[in-house]
């Protein structure tokens, strides 16, 4: 007798702790149910630009209108993709970049192929920690030649400051200067190859440069920024 009395106690005992469980689970997905629809900590911003972005931003898509479209804050991982070759490094090299955004990207409209990037860089950028991410995103930017442009944080941006950096002239040298320094010289006139050469006298005496293979033809060149 007293074995089944003791029976039932572990069955009762045992019965009510299913029970318990039960309803726990029971809350437990009631609470996340309100937490996913009301209590989450998230608010909406003013904007997804900081104050100085939305200066330079202003300033800008008054300024270039092509027939461009310019995003802000892309991540790096949207941008650029991982190449083969890395074996086991993969997730390495994701990680480096799927933290990293660029301020600016300017995307043809039709096809939303990247022609360019913008970072504005405010004071923060003297700190060593920040220069050290600034010359990864440079060598990034670099070596899948992807044109990036640098331009201070200012109070304002006038069209003669902004012309130093954004006419199609501009642009196009500057691409040509990338793709020199990735060994893929075209000339910024006409598209042909360049050849590089050593200026002899005049302002430039000395330094290299590429010249266009059309030469005399066209007269394109690209000046090589002069190391220090
Ligand atoms: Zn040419």
């Given at each position: 007798m007293g074995t089944v009395y003791a029976f039932s106690i572990v069955v009762g005992v045992l019965l009510i702790y299913i029970v318990w469980i039960k309803a726990k689970q029971k809350l437990g997905k009631d609470i996340w149910k309100t937490t996913a629809s009301k209590n989450l900590p998230y608010k909406l911003k003013?904007?997804?630009?900081?104050k100085s972005e939305t200066v330079f931003f202003k300033s800008f898509s008054e300024y270039y209108k092509k027939d461009h479209i310019i995003f802000t804050k892309v991540s790096l991982k949207d941008i650029f993709y991982i190449g083969p070759g890395t074996e086991g490094n993969y997730m390495k090299h994701f990680s480096r970049i799927s933290q990293k955004h660029v301020d600016f990207l300017i995307c043809s409209?039709?096809?939303?192929?990247?022609?360019f990037a913008i970072e504005l860089d405010d004071?923060?950028?003297?700190s060593k920690k920040v220069r050290e991410k600034d010359e990864f995103k440079n060598n990034t930017f670099e070596t899948a030649g992807l044109l990036l442009i640098r331009i201070k944080a200012k109070k304002e941006y006038t069209k003669k400051y902004l012309d130093e950096y954004f006419t199609t002239k501009k642009i196009k040298e500057k691409q040509a200067q990338l793709a020199a320094a990735r060994n893929e010289n075209t000339c910024p006139n006409c598209g042909a190859k360049m050849i590089l050469q050593k200026a002899?006298?005049?302002?430039?005496?000395?330094n290299p440069f590429y010249r266009c293979l059309k030469y005399p033809d066209c007269d394109g060149v690209i000046l090589l920024p002069i190391k220090a």
């Amino acid at each position: 007798m007293g074995t089944v009395y003791a029976f039932s106690i572990v069955v009762g005992v045992l019965l009510i702790y299913i029970v318990w469980i039960k309803a726990k689970q029971k809350l437990g997905k009631d609470i996340w149910k309100t937490t996913a629809s009301k209590n989450l900590p998230y608010k909406l911003k003013e904007s997804i630009l900081s104050k100085s972005e939305t200066v330079f931003f202003k300033s800008f898509s008054e300024y270039y209108k092509k027939d461009h479209i310019i995003f802000t804050k892309v991540s790096l991982k949207d941008i650029f993709y991982i190449g083969p070759g890395t074996e086991g490094n993969y997730m390495k090299h994701f990680s480096r970049i799927s933290q990293k955004h660029v301020d600016f990207l300017i995307c043809s409209k039709d096809t939303c192929k990247p022609i360019f990037a913008i970072e504005l860089d405010d004071i923060s950028h003297n700190s060593k920690k920040v220069r050290e991410k600034d010359e990864f995103k440079n060598n990034t930017f670099e070596t899948a030649g992807l044109l990036l442009i640098r331009i201070k944080a200012k109070k304002e941006y006038t069209k003669k400051y902004l012309d130093e950096y954004f006419t199609t002239k501009k642009i196009k040298e500057k691409q040509a200067q990338l793709a020199a320094a990735r060994n893929e010289n075209t000339c910024p006139n006409c598209g042909a190859k360049m050849i590089l050469q050593k200026a002899i006298e005049g302002l430039h005496g000395g330094n290299p440069f590429y010249r266009c293979l059309k030469y005399p033809d066209c007269d394109g060149v690209i000046l090589l920024p002069i190391k220090a």
